[in-house]
């Protein structure tokens, strides 16, 4: 008879009303917990402080690390390199074109001093001469295909 006593009153204890209110105190304590959390969570605290000041003092090293004067000085190369290539491109057209005027000079001289053939072949050299030139330039250009 004592075990069925025992056994009724476990039953009693552990009824689905027992359990409900149990289940629902539970939950209130969690919320409770998940609501002071939340917004205590607000204020900052030492580990996120000490994980941000890690974050801040390795962004620093690395901006420390990066070669700014190395940059700056291929920098000024490169422009120095842009404004000595103008340079020669103009050289050589004061060349070309003294070389130009020397050629009409000398084709001049030679007129006078030569016969009507000759100058027909001079004037045809002149002309492949330009046309090869000319090629040269729209190559080096490289608006050629």
Do not use: C
């Given at each position: 008879m004592e075990k069925v006593q025992q056994q009724h009153w476990w039953k009693l204890r552990w009824s689905y009303r027992n359990a409900t209110i149990l289940v629902s105190l539970f939950n209130l304590i969690a919320a409770l917990f998940l609501l002071q959390s939340f917004f205590f969570s607000a204020s900052p605290s030492t580990k996120s402080n000490s994980v941000e000041r890690y974050i801040r003092?390795?962004?620093?090293?690395?901006?420390?690390?990066?070669?700014?004067?190395l940059i700056?000085?291929?920098?000024?190369?490169?422009?120095?390199?842009?404004?000595?290539?103008?340079?020669?491109?103009?050289?050589?057209?004061?060349?070309?074109?003294?070389?130009?005027?020397?050629?009409?000079t000398r084709m001049n001289n030679i007129r006078s001093y030569s016969e009507a053939s000759g100058m027909k072949a001079l004037e045809e050299w002149r002309k492949r001469k330009m046309e090869r030139a000319r090629k040269r330039e729209l190559g080096k250009d490289g608006t050629t295909i």
């Amino acid at each position: 008879m004592e075990k069925v006593q025992q056994q009724h009153w476990w039953k009693l204890r552990w009824s689905y009303r027992n359990a409900t209110i149990l289940v629902s105190l539970f939950n209130l304590i969690a919320a409770l917990f998940l609501l002071q959390s939340f917004f205590f969570s607000a204020s900052p605290s030492t580990k996120s402080n000490s994980v941000e000041r890690y974050i801040r003092e390795s962004e620093e090293i690395r901006r420390a690390m990066m070669p700014v004067n190395l940059i700056k000085r291929q920098v000024k190369e490169i422009e120095n390199e842009a404004y000595i290539e103008v340079e020669p491109l103009e050289h050589n057209k004061d060349v070309k074109q003294g070389a130009a005027v020397d050629l009409i000079t000398r084709m001049n001289n030679i007129r006078s001093y030569s016969e009507a053939s000759g100058m027909k072949a001079l004037e045809e050299w002149r002309k492949r001469k330009m046309e090869r030139a000319r090629k040269r330039e729209l190559g080096k250009d490289g608006t050629t295909i």
